[in-house]
């Protein structure tokens, strides 16, 4: 069992940056896959980012060049850092583990939101 806990949520103007946190604790297994997905209502969620133990990452091309994932393996964090948002970046943000051995069982985080203005 993995449990997730996502911050740094909130309102940001157009252009602006947040970075968003997320800690996973309980029973952790070292090869898994770290991600960010977002969802907003009437669509289907999608990967914003994610990244692998050794930082190999993939990006969705929507936020190629505007957003960093990072992990920090000693602590069990992974982050988001967002630059330059946009409107239509706006949207629930979950924290995503995947294990890639035995089950390959999926964790969500609660989410947070994430507000864009004009």
């Known amino acids: 069992q993995v449990q997730l806990v996502e911050s740094g949520g909130g309102l940001v103007q157009a252009g602006g940056s947040l970075k968003l946190s997320c800690t996973a604790s309980g029973n952790i297994f070292s090869e898994n896959v770290m991600g960010w997905y977002r969802q907003t209502p009437g669509k289907q969620r999608e990967s914003v980012a994610s990244i692998i133990r050794d930082g190999n990452t993939n990006y969705a091309e929507s936020v190629k060049g505007r957003f960093t994932i990072s992990r920090d393996n000693a602590k069990n964090t992974v982050s988001l850092q967002m630059n330059s948002l946009k409107p239509e970046d706006t949207a629930v943000y979950y924290c995503?583990?995947?294990?890639?051995?035995?089950?390959?069982?999926?964790?969500w985080g609660q989410g947070t939101q994430v507000t864009v203005s004009s």
């Open positions: 995503n583990l995947m294990r890639l051995t035995g089950y390959y069982e999926t964790y």
